[in-house]
């Protein structure tokens, strides 16, 4: 297949580059600024607002999964959000216009969204789950501070950009993705793995709030399905089927590296250590606890369903690194706010 990956460049992209690669497929980067690609991946410069030559490459096009949007690991300014808003909504909107004006348009768009899209449910018993098939769509919840709705907003509008067109050539599945982790320098799990390493990853305000996570290596393969199965249409949740609470997370993240102390932290102490670290501590707060329904509807069997398990597989592969774990460089990335 031809693939086309419009922000292909961040750390999912080069997760899909290096999988798509070795499968024989020919890969399309779509970036800004300096070339971003993996050996074996074509760049091509784009603005991820208008069309230029870059649209030439949709057409006949087999796919494009659009991965474009501003990184959500910033401090929630009104001009960072208004950035996570704008590049997400006018990218998506640059590749539908792409793909309705392409004589032969893509049989497959994948547009990424997030799994920040469903409602926290921690004040429910039982902490209930969301699934993509009857999960709760979030925004009106009164128990959460009322800035976060914009995220839910930004994520719904995102969507929503998709859907715009009449495509009818064109399959549409909206990725729903949880935290992405994976060995790599200055992605979540390292970032986590640093707090982990030096004692600082204990329970945030409680920890009862869950995380949802996939491992790289399942979500390369989910996308592979996705690209495969022309019945799979919609959103579909991009998440392991083991989420666990956040003080669970820790614990056992801190005992794949070997760590037994793990200090806790308010919900005030979490607000500086994130202002610290140029990030928003809705991040660590907010319950997400999703579910892969339609994923394992379809016959999708995960590599790495549990997260104790997943953790020390990814401990391996960090220590395996030819650069080694490099922790002061990821607290230096933290510190700049170019970490997560």
């Known amino acids: 297949m031809k693939v086309v990956l419009p922000g292909g460049s961040g750390q999912v992209g080069r997760l899909l580059q290096r999988s798509l690669v070795a499968g024989g497929h020919e890969v399309v980067v779509l970036g800004r600024g300096a070339p971003g690609h993996e050996p074996g991946a074509r760049h091509v410069a784009w603005d991820g607002r208008g069309p230029g030559p870059w649209v030439a490459e949709l057409d006949g096009a087999d796919a494009v999964v659009n991965l474009a949007g501003r990184s959500v690991s910033c401090r929630y300014t009104d001009r960072n959000l208004r950035q996570m808003m704008d590049s997400r909504v006018d990218s998506t909107r640059a590749v539908g216009r792409a793909v309705a004006a392409a004589a032969h348009p893509p049989a497959a768009w994948l547009q990424m969204s997030t799994a920040t899209i469903y409602a926290d449910r921690s004040d429910e018993p039982g902490n209930p789950a969301n699934d993509d098939v009857t999960g709760i769509v979030g925004g009106e919840e009164r128990h959460v501070p009322l800035y976060w709705e914009y995220s839910v907003r930004i994520a ?10 009449d495509l ?158 490099r922790p002061l460089a990821t607290l230096r990335a933290m510190a700049r706010g170019t970490a997560g």
Not at 156 to 165: H, I, N, P, Y
Not at 194 to 202: E, K, M, P, T
Not at 276 to 283: G, H, K, N, V
Request: charged fraction near 20%; charge should be positive; aromatic fraction near 4%.
């Open 156 to 165: 719904r509008l995102w969507e929503a950009a998709q859907a715009e067109l």
């Open 168 to 325: 009818p050539a064109t399959r549409r599945v909206a990725l729903r993705a949880a935290m992405v982790m994976t060995p790599d320098q200055g992605g979540i799990c390292d970032v986590l793995s640093v707090l982990a390493r030096v004692g600082a990853g204990g329970a945030v305000a409680g920890g009862g709030q869950y995380v949802s996570w996939i491992h790289g290596d399942d979500l390369v393969r989910a996308v592979d399905l996705l690209l495969a199965r022309d019945d799979l249409a919609g959103p579909v949740n991009l998440a392991a089927p083991g989420p666990v609470p956040q003080a669970e997370l820790m614990r056992d993240l801190r005992a794949a590296w070997g760590t037994r102390v793990g200090l806790p932290a308010t919900r005030g102490m979490a607000g500086l250590g994130a202002w610290a670290m140029r990030t928003d501590p809705e991040l660590l707060l907010k319950s997400r606890r999703v579910l892969p329904r339609r994923l394992l509807d379809a016959g999708f069997v995960f590599a790495h369903p549990s997260w104790p398990e997943a953790a020390r597989d990814l401990v391996r592969a960090a220590t395996a690194r030819p650069e080694g774990t």
